[in-house]
């Protein structure tokens, strides 16, 4: 449990990096990043509604990755002096967050 903890922390730690520096280099930056996340954790609440496990893990893969690249396009597009810090802060964010955790805590409680 601690592992994972100290594992948590330091994918926080290297998200706000990556938003801070991405930040600095362009202020509108913050506006992407802050409506990546809400999307993922709004895909994120939508998949907590459908019952089946599988189909659940299957529809957050599928629209975490589809989220992905429908900002990076916008940031390439709008702002691409900041693609590399979206790319950066994007992936290390879709990694973390795996929906094969949403599974195991959904086995966990029935």
């Known amino acids: 449990m601690r592992d994972t903890s100290q594992k ?15 930040t600095i280099a362009n202020t509108y930056f913050a ?3 802050i409506g990546y996340i809400l999307s993922i954790l709004l895909l994120y609440y939508l998949g907590s509604k459908i019952n089946d496990v599988f189909l659940n893990v299957g ?19 709008f702002q691409p002096d900041t693609f590399l810090y979206a ?24």
């Open 8 to 22: 948590f922390k330091l994918i926080i730690l290297l998200n706000l990096a990556v938003f801070l520096i991405g």
């Open 87 to 110: 790319l950066s802060m994007f992936l290390v964010f879709n990694l973390s967050v795996n929906p094969a955790d949403v599974m195991a805590k959904h086995e966990a409680h029935n």
């Open 59 to 77: 529809y957050i893969w599928i629209s975490k990755w589809t989220a992905f690249v429908v900002f990076l396009v916008l940031a390439g597009t």
């Open 31 to 33: 506006l992407i990043a």
